[in-house]
């Protein structure tokens, strides 16, 4: 399988320019920036593998070079280097056309996503980053990390006492680097960015100045303003939208480089993206990656107990881990990711701000290395933390497939009138379907 890639792979490490003018020098040096603790075993390795193994794609002493199209190309390469446990899955694309991709990790990867029960094959984790354009380390330390955990993999070299082939056996982890790429471009390189004139001169009519500190997409709509705001109220048999009903002092009523929620829920294509993917598996958490602050926000507002207990232990959990802050989040905002994903299957959902609070964004070199160190740890403490919780005894079905689980009774019927299902009690792991 490897032989068969790589004609591939020289294709795109010719490809593995990054493409904006002014920063077109590619990294000369092969020297990893962060090293895990290696303790190689042979096994399970070909040449090929050692010789990609001894020279990472993303080095992040470079990371103000890289574009959006350089970590596409980075993230298609590292699936062809590791087809056994890596795939490349385009799941949207931005409104300049840009691809949004997840990373989909697990061992025998391809013959496990064929598996008609695969969303309960193994236990499943969402790990996102690159909402705001201009918080430009996060594509970076999740593409990094996805690197690091492959590189483990077939070393075996056991990072921080976590044992990547057994972790991958039993769990499944979805990466999505950067959900707004024309954001990301636009902060970091400008409008030259843009590959169409029509979004390009647009732009210009909205916003004349320097571009460095926006965090939208290229329509002007803040993505993490443009989720739908579930709630379920006292008395109410489904969840309702309560969209930009509480939209906080942070706002904006037209098209911005940050605060705009857009015309309506959901309006944006990278948004669709997003939603429809929490919506295809059974994410046990999610992890969101934004700048700045060394925070954590969880969500709290109106949920059931059970959740809030779950939730808090996931927080305080990351907060052991990263050293961050630790914050509630009080709700008052309307259309975040973490929020949509907490009503849609009352799972932990944090927003993990890397970077201190005085960081100027976007960020240079140096900072790559310092959200890295600080987070790369987080997806597998939070996998190991999933496993030990389980599933919960409230199990949605719809059209006589499972869906997802929930802890809290009241709420699972909620979700199976609002989506015309139905709830099985059950416990261990859910059968696929009912038979
Ligand atoms: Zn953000």
Redesign the pocket.
Known sequence: MLQKTIPYIILMAMALTPVISDSTSEPNSTKPDVTPIVDIIKENRTPAVDAFLENPLIKLQYGTQYSSQYYSNVARELASRYPEILSYKTIGSSHDGKDIYSLVMTSNVEESMDRDDFNTFRMHYLIEAG??GR?TVNPAVIIKQIEDYAADYYRDSHIADFKLKDILSESVFHFIPLVNPDGHDLAKFGPDSIKSNRYKNALSEIYDEDYSQW?ANISGVDL?KNFPDYYLEDGMDEPTDKWQKYPGDLYSNRPDGEYYPGEYPGSEPETQALMEYMKSFDFRSYLSY??RGDILYYEYLWYPDSYLENSLEAAKKAEEVTGYRLVPDTGVGSGYSTSYHVALSLKPSLTVETLSYYTELPSGNSTYLEAYEETWLLPLHIQKLGKETGYFPYRLYVDGRYVRDFPDETYAKAMANSLDGEIIEGSGIPGHIID
């Open positions: 909402i705001h918080e965090k993490n934004h700048s």
